[in-house]
């Protein structure tokens, strides 16, 4: 059973107190709004493409310290990532936090820094809070043009 | 009616020996000797959200199912006629609750929103023409506006709003101007579930009513904390909801004023409900029946008829004056944390307090409190409108019942304090 310690993670309490990428983007070429109707969070991601390859990632929103870090650091993440590998790391990250997978664990999943969301899996409200960010993503990444 | 600021707040030593024998009390609601996260005790303040169930109620629906379980109105056996008996005395038991003339006015729903859609869907669909209006208030739970939306949308009317203060007061000049000739129906909550407020239902349905308009009450907040009587309070429906007045889920109770009951066509139809069917067309039975189509919750009547027996046996002015108690205390330690901010202020409050912390979450508040036992709400609580009015996503709310010790506060307020510890 997690504990409240494993859900805030130090990292994830530092990247709620100051969230990287945390500005509107003027020259984005694929943007999204994410809502959580059942708490109210909001939040709005933009993107940079060129060609597959994901250039630019930034947020901006209300909510909670989960869905916050989970934003600030899904957008390290996926600089320089290609589309399907920006995919592959929403699905094992999905996997992460609903419990399918353990962090480093014998699946072989690399998730680097993400793994500190790996507390998430013990509390299934929170699992909303920290895809919402990574859904919103997959929005934007379909309005912005393919190549 | 307790007040926001003011009280202070009472010594500890206090919730030993309060009003109610709070030790006698909390062993006749089992959960609330249970424990939970890591064998933290319960602490239970989510009762805006719904009551815990003491021990008779949750006997007499299994007494019920175990020994007297049968559908009503159908046999001529003797389990059936019990049973039959049993409801219509849970149907007394709740009109003399809350001051009905009839218990004939006294409908059974599933729930506080299942009473209201049915004043929208049978009343308001039949009576309501384009140019008509429809007035709400900014603060409603989204039971009592979404039907009135959806109606007006059916039937060309205008749903308006009554604004509120900063304090989560409704703003009674706002009222005035809206509140106007072309109003057919004024539908306001009697407690708000998000600040606690306790509008003035009394005084402005008779401004209402004197303006030709029909006045629903959403009683699901007051029915389980403030003695509540229709006819004093000169509503023409009241709703309410039995799961939070200690009953079980599935359960709701319409009041509706006789002769307004007399007028409306059913909104479901079924068995039950008919005088007269042929395969062409069919008269209906008159109120209640006419709209109970179907089987009704039989055992979950029974649960409630259980709950207002419990009510009553404690006291509504006791549980009234206990729960003022609890809030001005909470509010005294919880507004007293740095950085802490109550929403909704009002002079009149029932035992809510909604709060939000600077720079942190509700949702984040929320979880902390749950590591320590504390069972609160955190979110918009199904009023969005007042969130936007009152520029903010979601608070952090603690509700109260009867129930609740003075120490179960200190528990909030000093977790409250670690969430802030937390996430400085």
Excluded at chain 1, 58 to 80: E, P
Excluded at chain 2, 162 to 182: K, N, P, Y
Excluded at chain 2, 198 to 225: F, M, T
């Amino acid at each position: 059973m997690s504990t409240l310690s494993e859900l805030y993670q130090n990292v994830i309490l530092e990247h709620n107190r100051s969230p990287r990428n945390y500005r509107a983007m003027e020259d984005a070429d694929g943007r999204a709004e994410g809502n959580n109707p059942l708490c109210g969070d909001q939040l709005t991601v933009w993107l940079k493409t060129d060609g597959e390859i994901i250039s630019d990632v930034s947020f901006q929103g209300l909510g909670c310290a989960i869905s916050r870090a989970s934003a600030s650091l899904m957008t390290g993440a996926l600089k320089g990532k290609s589309r399907r590998e920006a995919e592959e790391l929403f699905q094992r990250f999905h996997r992460l936090v609903t419990g399918e997978s353990t962090a480093g664990g014998n699946t072989g999943e690399t998730l680097g820094k993400l793994a500190v969301f790996s507390g998430v899996a013990g509390y299934p409200s929170r699992v909303k809070c920290a895809s919402l960010p990574w859904h919103t993503l997959k929005a934007a990444l379909e309005s912005a043009p393919q190549r | 009616m307790a007040t926001g600021t003011g009280s202070p707040p009472a010594s500890p030593s206090r919730s030993a020996a309060g009003p109610l024998d709070l030790r006698r009390i909390r062993a006749d609601f089992p959960i609330l000797s249970s424990a939970v996260r890591d064998g933290h005790r319960l602490v239970y303040l989510d009762n805006a959200a719904t009551s815990q169930k003491p021990r008779p109620v949750i006997d007499a629906m299994s007494r019920f199912y175990a020994g007297e379980n049968a559908n009503i109105h159908r046999g001529l056996h003797y389990l059936s006629e019990r049973a039959t008996a049993a409801y219509h005395a849970a149907r007394e038991k709740v009109a003399g609750f809350l001051g009905a003339a009839s218990s004939s006015e006294i409908v059974f729903t599933r729930g506080t929103t299942e009473a209201i859609n049915l004043v929208a869907q049978s009343w308001g669909r039949n009576s309501l023409r384009p140019g008509d209006e429809v007035l709400v208030t900014v603060m409603e739970h989204h039971a009592n506006l979404l039907p009135w939306q959806v109606v007006c949308e059916q039937t060309g009317a205008r749903l308006r709003a009554v604004a509120i203060t900063d304090q989560g007061e409704l703003d009674i000049e706002s009222f005035d101007r809206l509140i106007t000739e072309r109003t057919r129906l004024f539908a306001v909550g009697h407690v708000s579930n998000a600040l606690g407020t306790v509008n003035p239902v009394g005084e402005l349905a008779a401004r209402a009513r004197a303006r030709g308009a029909l006045v629903l009450v959403d009683g699901a907040q007051s029915a389980p904390h403030l003695p509540v009587d229709v006819v004093e309070l000169g509503c023409d429906f009241f709703a309410c909801s039995g799961h939070k007045m200690l009953g079980p889920t599935g359960i709701g109770v319409l009041y509706g004023r006789m002769e307004l009951l007399e007028a409306m066509p059913p909104w479901q139809t079924g068995g039950e409900m008919i005088e007269r069917v042929s395969l062409e067309r069919s008269t209906w039975a008159l109120p209640p029946a006419r709209f109970e189509a179907g089987t009704p919750p039989i055992a979950e009547a029974i649960g409630l008829a259980a709950a207002i027996d419990y009510v009553e046996s404690v006291g509504r002015q006791a549980i009234e004056e206990w729960e003022r108690e609890l809030l001005a205390r909470a509010t005294e330690l919880v507004g007293a944390l740095p950085g802490a901010r109550l929403v909704g202020t009002a002079r009149e409050k029932a035992a809510v307090l909604s709060f939000v912390l600077e720079g942190i979450h509700p949702h984040d508040v929320g979880a902390v409190l749950d590591d320590e036992g504390v069972a609160v709400r955190a979110g918009h609580h199904c009023a969005q409108p007042l969130m936007q009015r009152l520029g903010i996503p979601a608070t952090v709310r603690a509700s109260f019942a009867f129930y609740n010790t003075l120490e179960e506060v200190d528990t909030l307020a000093a977790g409250v304090e670690r969430a802030r510890k937390v996430f400085a």
